[in-house]
């Protein structure tokens, strides 16, 4: 177990010295962590608060000095959802066949993590990824179309449903100054390019002005090979430009076999056909990470699915199943370090029976998919998303902030 994976919730680290406009940080600073220890400030967000005589000031109070590994908050973070993934594909004998994961899951995870309590479909729980709420509930997203969104001028975006600005983890990289992208295999994920456009992202209200915009690149691509292709260049695009990058990376194939040919887990499946594709495609990008002299310190990988898949057959809509809610959720820091129980990392959270469903507002919580965005942004030394739940903790939400005139997009990828 890493020391960064450690601290996730046993405190809430300060990184509010070098962010600009996530309104709750400093109020979850000052509520958990009285007197707040400044850290390096690795990447690009380091340039909104170069002016804090503090950022370049690193104390022993620092809870990375406790690390054993030493580590700081990483530059680069992959977010990668493998949609419809089988916790048991990722154990013996499947997992001599997938060495990529199989690598990944050298560090913190478990295999027994959960989607969100209420839905197992694609989009509501990639929402739940990406914004860390629940599907139901006061603080729900509450988007359960599970195909295309309306176009934005229809009510196709979290917020117009929700009737509140719903922040995500791209608001607080972004607005942090990082590179940020989407790089996915299904389009009804242009729902997030909508919602966090240059007229329905929220304000960047602190200097400097990084736009409304919080999703700089935004890539469909059909082709499991072709996402893999993308995002190592993304990756190596970001290091040459010296820029902190924060990627969310979906893989679709697994799904789709899982739809046509049904979730079979075994050799000469298609189920697990696509499994090695995406085995390979994994393998890419930690190809990219290795043969980068810096991208490999400083590169963290959270990998997790919106769902299982099986229950019925060929499809994941039944909540109650185990086969579709029992889920993976790892967290990769580099090199080949040992595996741990992610669990360890969450004290106020609990492992479920294998088979268990825990319920929403059941205490306590199991690590859930809705986790990944927050701990991606632990990874990169940054505050959770506001409006988030961490178990049945609410984080405080931002006020909306989306009334002035849109500004212009910067280093927009084209729509697909
Ligand atoms: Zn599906």
């Known amino acids: 177990m890493s020391g960064m994976v450690l601290r996730m919730f046993a405190f809430q680290r300060c990184p509010s010295f070098r962010v600009k406009s996530v309104v709750g940080a400093a109020l979850i600073c000052a509520a958990f962590h009285a007197s707040c220890a400044p850290s390096d400030a690795p990447n690009a967000a380091s340039n909104?608060?170069?002016?804090?005589?503090?950022?370049?000031?690193?104390?022993?109070?620092?809870?990375?000095?406790?690390?054993?590994?030493?580590?700081?908050?990483?530059?680069?973070?992959?977010?990668?959802?493998?949609?419809?993934?089988?916790?048991?594909?990722?154990?013996?004998?499947?997992?001599?066949?997938?060495?990529?994961?199989?690598?990944?899951?050298?560090?913190?995870?478990?295999?027994?993590?959960?989607?969100?309590?209420?839905?197992?479909?694609?989009?509501?729980?990639?929402?739940?990824?990406?914004?860390?709420?629940?599907?139901?509930?006061?603080?729900?997203?509450?988007?359960?179309?599970?195909?295309?969104?309306?176009?934005?001028?229809?009510?196709?975006?979290?917020?117009?449903?929700?009737?509140?600005?719903?922040?995500?983890?791209?608001?607080?990289?972004?607005?942090?100054?990082?590179?940020?992208?989407?790089?996915?295999?299904?389009?009804?994920?242009?729902?997030?390019?909508?919602?966090?456009?240059?007229?329905?992202?929220?304000?960047?209200?602190?200097?400097?002005?990084?736009?409304?915009?919080?999703?700089?690149?935004?890539?469909?691509?059909?082709?499991?090979?072709?996402?893999?292709?993308?995002?190592?260049?993304?990756?190596?695009?970001?290091?040459?430009?010296?820029?902190?990058?924060?990627?969310?990376?979906?893989?679709?194939?697994?799904?789709?076999?899982?739809?046509?040919?049904e979730w079979i887990l075994a050799p000469d499946s298609r189920y697990f056909a696509a499994l090695l594709e995406v085995d390979a495609a994994l393998g890419a990008i930690l190809t990219a990470i290795d043969q980068t002299p810096g991208l490999a310190a400083r590169t963290a990988i959270v990998l997790t699915t919106d769902h299982g898949g099986g229950a019925p057959a060929k499809t994941h809509t039944d909540v109650l199943s185990p086969l579709n809610f029992r889920i993976p959720l790892s967290v990769w820091e580099g090199g080949d370090g040992e595996p741990s129980d992610l669990y360890a990392a969450f004290p106020d959270r609990a492992r479920p029976a294998r088979d268990k469903r825990i319920a929403r507002d059941e205490s306590p919580q199991p690590i859930r998919n809705a986790d990944a965005g927050n701990l991606a942004l632990e990874l990169l030394g940054l505050p959770p998303i506001p409006g988030s739940m961490r178990g049945l903790v609410a984080i405080p939400a931002a006020p909306s902030l989306t009334s002035a005139p849109a500004s212009p997009d910067k280093n927009k990828a084209p729509a697909p």
């Not at 990375?64 to 030493?70: A, E, K, V």
């Not at 700081?72 to 916790?87: A, C, K, T, W, Y």
């Not at 359960?144 to 001028?153: A, C, E, F, H, I």
């Not at 400097?208 to 190592?232: H, L, N, S, W």
């Open 48 to 261: 909104a608060n170069s002016s804090n005589p503090s950022s370049s000031n690193p104390s022993s109070s620092n809870p990375s000095s406790t690390s054993p590994r030493g580590e700081r908050p990483f530059r680069h973070v992959l977010l990668i959802s493998v949609d419809g993934l089988r916790p048991d594909a990722l154990e013996p004998p499947f997992l001599a066949s997938l060495p990529s994961f199989a690598r990944l899951l050298r560090g913190a995870h478990t295999l027994d993590a959960r989607t969100d309590a209420d839905i197992t479909v694609t989009l509501p729980n990639h929402t739940g990824m990406l914004t860390g709420r629940p599907f139901d509930g006061p603080n729900g997203h509450g988007w359960k179309l599970n195909d295309d969104p309306p176009g934005r001028t229809q009510g196709g975006t979290l917020h117009a449903l929700k009737g509140a600005y719903i922040s995500s983890v791209f608001d607080v990289a972004h607005d942090a100054g990082l590179s940020t992208a989407m790089t996915v295999g299904k389009t009804k994920f242009w729902l997030f390019e909508q919602s966090y456009s240059s007229s329905n992202g929220a304000l960047d209200t602190m200097p400097p002005d990084f736009g409304r915009a919080k999703i700089d690149f935004f890539t469909y691509a059909r082709e499991t090979d072709g996402v893999a292709r993308v995002v190592a260049e993304r990756l190596r695009d970001a290091f040459a430009r010296r820029v902190g990058s924060l990627d969310f990376v979906h893989f679709a194939a697994p799904d789709a076999a899982g739809h046509a040919h």
